[in-house]
T-cell receptor
Framework: DTEVTQTPKHLVMGMTNKKSLKCEQH?????MYWYKQKAKKPPELMFV???????INESVPSRFSPECPNSSLLNLHLHALQPEDSALYLC?????????????FGPGTRLTVT | TQLLEQSPQFLSIQEGENLTVYCNSS?????LQWYRQEPGEGPVLLVT?????EVKKLKRLTFQFGDARKDSSLHITAAQPGDTGLYLC???????????FGQGTTLQVKP
């Protein structure tokens, strides 16, 4: 089973709201990732967790706050977002964080900030 | 910084035609991965190639990896509307764990 699940599928939020995106995998993978993707563009890496610890933060604004409660779960907490943050947010996982391991992506959360 | 260039960026063809998408790197690939992404969905891994000169087939898709491991191609035979999507090549950095993506090829196959 190579499934990564994400909830919700769609999210509309105002600029003053607080919301969270959730990601789950049961493949025993020890690395998990958050990406942001705009239409017809490649995914842009935001965060990497390795063994439940944050190992890479790609200079993401603090209005995005990641959390890894355990090895299967990854959250992205959103607060005071801007309309330009509207995008598809993708979660991925891999066996380990080193680049030779394949990444498996979830279906994404389509976020609209109004 | 490694750069991946994909060509063409956009391709619109009729069902039944053949096509080739190219991915070229400014440096040697560590681990080249090809993904297909359908609208509104996440990227789905198609294949991983690591050995120079390697050829892999996945039904009507043929993936080639250059001998020098700096270029790759994806050939689709007799394209079908279900092949429509964004095709991404990516290299896994063996040092950082990051995936370096090409800018993608948007393919539209018309019935």
């Amino acid at each position: 089973d190579t499934e990564v699940t994400q909830t919700p599928k769609h999210l509309v939020m105002g600029m003053t709201n607080k919301k969270s995106l959730k990601c789950e995998q049961h493949m025993g993978h020890r690395a998990m990732y958050w990406y942001k993707q705009k239409a017809k563009k490649p995914p842009e890496l935001m965060f990497v967790y390795s063994y439940e610890k944050l190992s890479i933060n790609e200079s993401v604004p603090s209005r995005f706050s990641p959390e890894c409660p355990n090895s299967s779960l990854l959250n992205l907490h959103l607060h005071a977002l801007q309309p330009e943050d509207s995008a598809l947010y993708l979660c991925a996982s891999s066996q380990d964080r080193w680049g030779l391991y394949e990444q498996y992506f979830g279906p994404g959360t389509r976020l609209t900030v109004t | 910084t490694q750069l991946l260039e994909q060509s063409p960026q956009f391709l619109s063809i009729q069902e039944g035609e053949n096509l080739t998408v190219y991915c070229n790197s400014s440096s040697v690939f560590s681990s080249l991965q090809w993904y297909r992404q359908e609208p509104g969905e996440g990227p789905v891994l198609l294949v991983t190639v690591v050995t120079g000169g390697e050829v892999k087939k996945l039904k009507r898709l043929t993936f080639q990896f250059g001998d020098a491991r700096k270029d790759s191609s994806l050939h689709i035979t007799a394209a079908q509307p279900g092949d429509t999507g964004l095709y991404l090549c990516a290299d896994g950095s063996s040092n950082t764990g990051k995936l370096i993506f090409g800018q993608g090829t948007t393919l539209q196959v018309k019935p």
